[in-house]
């Protein structure tokens, strides 16, 4: 059974969010007044703009790092909310960007009976020292149970740790997910700019996010230990993806359309019933044809990197190309079909 909520529209709502998000990540303070022909809102004004006003937000302690340092939630909406909305800023210490669209989303109001879950740094000591890994040389996103797998050795790009979920804060998030049970996750990586639909869930939640912050939808490569992966495959009736940003920081613009894209799916996700799982992406494959497959997606994908790394130095203005993707975009009826059948890889 499907709960519906009366939505404002993506377009909407980023053209609130956009002005907003300048504070935010432009260094701006104080209030941004309103033009003053909205001076005077309708009532649908009101209702958009208590969409994006300044909410308080409390704190909890999930978990700590290896080198002690707290782990933390910010709850934006009641932490009892019946459907919970998890973002997480920050995996890898070295791809930081989305911080700047969870500090933002801080700050807005969720719709009724929801609460937003944002987590800025997953990885406080890999943001700490700019790397990839946690303290002890774990790709934290190689750690959690489905399909894990001994990958690299340590000190290996994507060394996978002794054991699923030997580090504290893999065990940290894990449990969060598990009391959560949130409809929707969201986690920012970069820098290759997609949207990736490979782990499972709703590809229509993934289509619509892709659509309104102007990414392509893609398949990024099946890893064992990925977290997504685990997520979608213990809960066939949420939805976790993730979100490769461009290279570098987002700009005000670009932050203010994730935000939008987040608050878009806080008010239209829907909760299927058990009876109507979502699509998932195991397709019964064996752990051994997982890991061959893993081997040759991190050789494609670490390449990718390199070459948007080399491309971003030489061209600085392809850092902020989505930035300049049409405002208000539409979500197209005829591309809204959770029945859709998609082959696994």
């Known amino acids: 059974m499907y709960r519906t909520h009366v939505a404002p529209s993506p377009g909407a709502l980023l053209a609130i969010a956009a002005p907003l998000a300048i504070g935010a990540c432009g260094g701006a303070t104080g209030s941004t007044s309103l033009p003053a022909a909205r001076q005077h809102p309708t009532s649908r004004q009101a209702a958009l703009r208590a969409a994006v ?3 308080r937000a409390s704190e909890v302690v999930i978990g700590h790092s290896v080198r002690g340092r707290a782990i933390l939630a910010h709850v934006v909406g009641s932490p009892a909310a019946e459907r919970r909305i998890l973002i997480v800023g920050c995996v ?3 791809e930081r960007a989305g911080e700047a669209v969870t500090r933002r989303l801080g700050s807005v109001t969720p719709p009724a009976r929801t609460a937003l879950w944002l987590v800025d740094e997953f990885n406080p000591d890999g943001c700490r020292a700019d790397t990839r890994q946690n303290a002890r040389g774990v790709d934290l996103n190689r750690n959690s ?3 894990w797998q001994p990958l690299e050795q340590p000190g290996g ?5 002794p054991g699923a979920l030997s580090e504290p804060e893999s065990r940290a998030i894990n449990r969060l997910v598990r009391r959560l049970r949130p409809a929707v996750s969201v986690w920012y990586h970069e820098h290759a700019s997609l949207v990736d639909d490979s782990s499972g869930g709703s590809l229509a939640i993934e289509r619509r996010y892709a659509r309104l912050v102007g990414l392509p ?3 990024y490569g099946v890893f064992p230990g990925s977290i997504t992966g685990w997520q979608d495959a213990a809960y066939p009736h949420d939805t976790g993806f993730m979100v490769e940003l461009p290279a570098g920081s987002l700009p005000a613009s670009s932050v203010a359309r994730h935000v939008a894209a987040v608050l878009a799916l ?3 996700v ?3 019933a058990p009876t109507a799982p979502r699509r998932t992406r195991d397709g019964g494959r064996s752990a051994a044809g997982i890991v061959r497959s893993a081997v040759r997606c991190e050789h494609r994908a670490q390449e990718a990197k390199d070459r948007c790394v080399v491309d971003s130095q030489r061209r600085p203005g392809r850092r902020e190309e989505w930035a300049n993707v049409r405002e208000g975009v539409e979500i197209a009826a ?3 079909r959770p029945h859709e059948a998609r082959k696994f890889g």
């Open 157 to 161: 790009t994507f060394y996978s740790g």
């Open 334 to 336: 005829s591309e809204e």
């Open 266 to 268: 806080s008010w239209g």
């Open 92 to 94: 890898h210490g070295n």
């Open 53 to 55: 006003a300044p909410a």
């Open 145 to 147: 149970p489905w399909h």
């Open 217 to 219: 939808l893609r398949s």
């Open 270 to 272: 829907a909760r299927v």
